[in-house]
């Protein structure tokens, strides 16, 4: 590994991929517990389409897509508002479009020789020293985004309505969450690629949530996790001469799988454990409920 | 709460109704849910609100959160519009499908009800702070403040969204039926915290227990699409027509007793 460190693209790969592990940690656990991992994989796919447009106008791919996801995630906010009980399939209809508008004008496109396969699996060996400042801005204005209004973005992905009652602009909030999203959305493609994005939002978030106890805690698992999943791709793939934003993902998958496992037995032995001394039970709550103090008179 | 009083005491200043509804209509999509609902309702009153389900009682409630929007009509809480309002009103939603494994403990729920007042992009205060220990405490939940809501009993959670519903010290405290999954031992108890909070807080209760309605409350309304507004808390013969097609016989039979006005017990 430490001669690999030697080479630059692979120092700017590592990087990359801690910056984009921390984005992930924090966003996707808001992605995850706010339910808007549909949206967040439409805004990825669509996103497709503003490197098209970029293309076929002359623009850099990266600034058509960053715009492009940016005007389909509030388009999509606003349908999920709106319409509520067909969200998703306004959601649906978007993503494909976007991705149709996407592959059209790349076609157009005179001379087209961009790698596609490069957008759907990312091409972390290749990223570039400026992108690396791009993503470093990012990450700060997420975690500030963050830090500053915790309690208001915790208490809007408890529940919405309430903060609604209380006078937080939940809306505001929740299209800012949107627009940072399809940002940073846009930075891991370059990394992972567009069909792996969802992946490292969502797999180290869930495996957080279970061990943790609040939000911020749940971000910084998360965080944790994805750096762990994503520099044991990167080291599996350079050992093994695999594609790197895939194997990155495998690794993620392979730890899903395993915590699945993990708390199949867990439960299990739980369970086995309560049938022998349900004296000491203090886990069901059914049996709890008698017991409880009644309060103050 | 100290405002609701000082407002109350000053007999001067006249003192802008509690709620006030004029000719609001509503309806989901086709569905004509509140038809040509009008009602004043004073500060300090104590309203249960009964009906069949499906009649529109949430729907009610959530109009006058500034949730929903009425189709027609006007609605002013404390003499404001209910968005501008909002933050003076304390609210217990009905049963809460929130996600079991969200990572939140007892005590960030309670802080919850403290964002009315706090500052956008500040952390909690010491007073904050102060408050939520006092109405977990209240409600009997101050010693599981640091557990996972979602590994509480459905009562016991029932009991957080209370005390976060009383942290915002609201002028106006709305539930919707707030005793639907606790043990009966802690019905009591609530309503004798709303009891004693009615002194200075207006309340308004949607339910279903009949009983309640009638040894605590100061006023009942039923609501089955129209609303029918009735000053003390007798049940009238009207209500129940209206609320419940034909089990007046079902009350007569179950707990007739309760149907007529009861004289409280200290």
Redesign the interface.
Known sequence: MWDALQLEFMRHAVAAGLLVSLVCGVLGTLVV?NRIVFISGGIAHAAYGGIGLALYFGASPALGATLFSIAISMVMGVASIKSKERADTVIGVMWALGMALGIIFTELTPGYNVDLMSYLFGSILSVPGSDIWYMLCLNLVVLLFVF??Y??L??M???E?????????VRALYFVLLGLISLSVVMIIRVVGLILVIALLTIPPFIA??Y????G??MVLASLLSMVFTLAGLWVSYQFNLASGATIIMVAGFAFFLSLAVDAVAGKRRQTADRRRPEDDHRR??K???E?????? | MEQALSQNADPLTSVPDAIEVEEVCFSYERTEVLKNVSFRLKQGEFLGIIGPNGGGKTTLVRLL???LNPDRGKIRILGEAPNAA??R?G?V?QS?E??R?????VM??A???R??R?R??K??TREDEEKVRQVL????MW?HR?K?IG???G??KQRVFIA?ALA?DPEILFLDEPTASV?P??QV?LY??LEELNKQVTIIVITHDIGVVSSYMKSIACVNKHFIFHEGSQITQEMIDMAYQCPVDLIAHGMPHRVLPTHKEE
Do not use: C, H, W
């Open positions: 517990v500053f209004f309690k208001e915790l208490a992905s408890y529940d309505e309430f903060s609604f009652v209380v006078g937080i602009p949530e279970k943790t106890s609040s939000l805690r749940m709550p059914k709890q409920n008698k409880i103090p009644t309060t103050d008179n | 959160l500034g949730l909002s933050r009103v609210y939603p809460m929130l996600s494994s969200f990572p939140i403990s960030d729920v802080f919850m009800g964002l009315a706090a956008m992009g952390r909690y405490e209240k409600v009997g010693e640091r996972l590994k509480l009993s009562g016991q976060r915002t043990d031992e802690f108890n004798d915290i």
